[in-house]
């Protein structure tokens, strides 16, 4: 059984339709790529994956909760479906530590001292033990986006977005991040991840979705796809970022 | 210019000057402290609010900051009894002094709070927080410390401003001095002295809110 659903989904902004039908299964521990040109509607789905876009047609579930349901509680959803964004968004008056503990003890209404030994874990995690007290505007851009992704961990969610989270990284921050994204795909993680790292997308994905116009174009396993794109839009794009 | 200074007649009426100053001191710290709880939460429901709400808020900001507040003041004092609303001067002082704050208040905390970067806000909802648990932890830390500045002036224009319920007999500083030049015709040296107290008042919160802001601030 899938961890995440997609069937059919639509989803416009005014007369402008951005997902046009779009479908896809996630299953546990798949490491999803998302590629497509600018506009073709890849962070708005992610963003409908845990409800911060609504959609007007189509269904989608997420570790057994439908998302766009009369009675859903988005809340215990987002428990369970962790985000991390392009622009870290780490909460600039609380340091390093205090970001990662706050939902748990806002949400979890976990103790301050367990949050705070799962604060230390997640940092360690992602390589910023010495990092704990310090304040974001202390921190270079790389280690702002690790701390997102450890605070996005401390909630432990069955599955992670991420939305082009190096894209707004100096190139030598780059690879720090994704060397903590490979080791939780590694550990089995299920991410589904929007990327242009293409290089990323084909020796750590599981899965390939190419978007395109709001509908996935292609997909498939990364390795064959980037090796034999079958379409001539596919084609073009790995030509022109490849 | 051969008007000869008379301070000394000033002296019998030392206890009426105190109680002024005093009045005046608790007025404005009572309707700042209440009048920003009356801006958080207006500032609240426009930003995160229903809308029904939000707009009963804009009325309501709209007819506070677009009315001179001595109107206000008498409406309350003197026209409110026609509705069965009978305040004393002391009462009808505070409410209006509240109401007044509170207005320009939620203005200023909106204007912080349409500050804080969307992206904050999708974090946290992404981390499962509700809307007000945002609001709270992640918002507002950041909307104050970014209006601190605007929020501390209008602190001082609402306490200048409050000479103004001396108007309907609450018993502030300028009322003692009205209340002393009425007496020993001294207006010179009475309105000298208590334009100083103001000064020195305003001067005195000024760096009282400069040295709060530091404390509560300190992060960062
Ligand atoms: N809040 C919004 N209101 C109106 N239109 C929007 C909104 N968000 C996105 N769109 C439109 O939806 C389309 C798809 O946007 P989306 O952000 O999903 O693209 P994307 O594939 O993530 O692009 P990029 O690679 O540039 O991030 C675009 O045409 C965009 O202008
Ligand atoms: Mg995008």
Redesign the interface.
Known sequence: MSLVSIRDVRKSFGPNEVLKGVSLDIAKGDVVAIIGRSGSGKSTLLRCI?G?ETYQSGSIVADGIEVAGANTN???L??HV??V?Q?F?????LTAAENVM??PT??NKVSKAEARATAAEVLAKVGLSEKMDA?P?ELSGGQQQRV?IA??LA?RPKVLLCDEITSALDPELVNEVLRVVEQLAREGMTLILVTHEMRFARDVGTKLVFMHHGKVHEEGVPKEVFAAPRTPELQQFVGQVG | MSYKLQFAELLPYWNVLLYGLVFTIVLTIVSTVVGIAVGTAGAAARTFGPGWLGRIVAVYVELIRNTPFIVQLFFIFFGLPALGLKLSETTAAFLAMVINLGAYSTEIIRAGIEAV?K??I?????????KW?VLR??VL??AF?KIYPALSSQIIIVMLGSAVVSQISAEDLTYAANYIASRNFRNFEVYLLVALAYLLLAMLTRSLLRALGRVIFK??
Not at chain 1, 89 to 93: D, G, Q, V
Not at chain 2, 122 to 130: N, R
């Open positions: 845990n911060l988005l809340r215990e987002r428990r962790g985000m964004f622009q968004n780490l909460f600039p008056h706050l939902a806002v949400v304040y505007s997102a605070r996005s909630m | 970067p992206g904050h999708e974090a946290g909802l992404s981390l499962a927080m509700s648990e932890h992640i830390n950041q410390r992060a960062r």
